[in-house]
């Protein structure tokens, strides 16, 4: 699925910065959960961070759980059960990154995505992790490039889409019984040149190319079940 959501009715707060320390939290109203179809189901959505900023050191670490929010009540499940609970999804991510006195910025992050299944009380999850660059060479001339790698999915369940959500396809018995989605991972890297016009403005072009596993169906948006398992695009791009 997508973890992407437009979120309306968030209230956020972000601290003041101490010492290059700063805390964020999100939540959402209680207006999306009275709206819910089910009276057994309550979605919400929250999230909290921590980044820390000082000198030539950034990191960052965020947490977000989307309640209930996908799945369908299981029919004729009492008020008050497990099952009677939407299905979940949640994440993490660790970032951080060093900048050298010759104005180049190493960085790299790794993110964990897990859905949850209320009907079968298990986990189906994808890690991911990216390293990148941003080096001002000389004057207005730069380059940034990176390199991100999603694993494939893993977890528990017993048949695609037992989650109520698109989940890529088990080929075989034998991934069955290993618990795992087979080569439903991709790989990307990206590579652009930079030029700054001015303190405001800047131009770029570059080039990106995103490989997919056999049953794997990312695009260079994020994830989109229309495009076709094992598929690669690519793309080039001009940015003021």
Request: hydrophobic share 35%; proline share 3%; aromatic share 10%.
């Amino acid at each position: 699925g997508a973890w992407r959501r437009r979120q309306s009715n968030l209230v956020g707060y972000d601290t003041p910065v101490f010492s290059g320390f700063q805390g964020m939290f999100a939540y959402t109203t209680a207006n999306m959960a009275t709206g819910a179809t089910s009276a057994q189901l309550k979605p919400r959505l929250w999230g909290l961070g921590v980044t820390y900023n000082n000198g030539p050191i950034a990191l960052g670490f965020g947490y977000e759980k989307h309640k209930d929010m996908y799945g369908t009540v299981v029919a004729g499940c009492p008020a008050g059960s497990g099952a009677c609970a939407g299905s979940d999804e949640r994440a993490w991510a660790l970032t951080g990154s060093y900048t050298f006195s010759n104005n180049l910025k190493l960085g790299a992050q790794y993110t964990r995505q897990t859905a949850n299944s209320a009907v079968t009380q298990s986990d189906v999850r994808v890690n991911a992790w990216m390293v990148g660059m941003d080096w001002k060479i000389s004057g207005p001339h730069g380059v940034r490039a990176n390199y991100t790698r999603a694993g494939d999915v893993t977890g528990g369940v017993t048949a695609a889409g037992a989650l109520g959500i698109s989940t890529p396809a088990r080929p075989a018995a034998a991934a069955l019984a290993s618990g795992g989605f087979t080569d439903t991972g991709a790989n990307q890297w990206s590579i652009r040149y930079v030029h700054q016009l001015s303190k405001r403005t800047e131009a770029t072009i570059g080039y990106v190319r995103l490989d997919n596993k056999r049953n794997a169906n990312y695009e260079l948006g994020g994830t989109n079940t229309t495009v076709l398992a094992g598929s690669d695009s690519n793309a080039v791009a001009i940015v003021m």
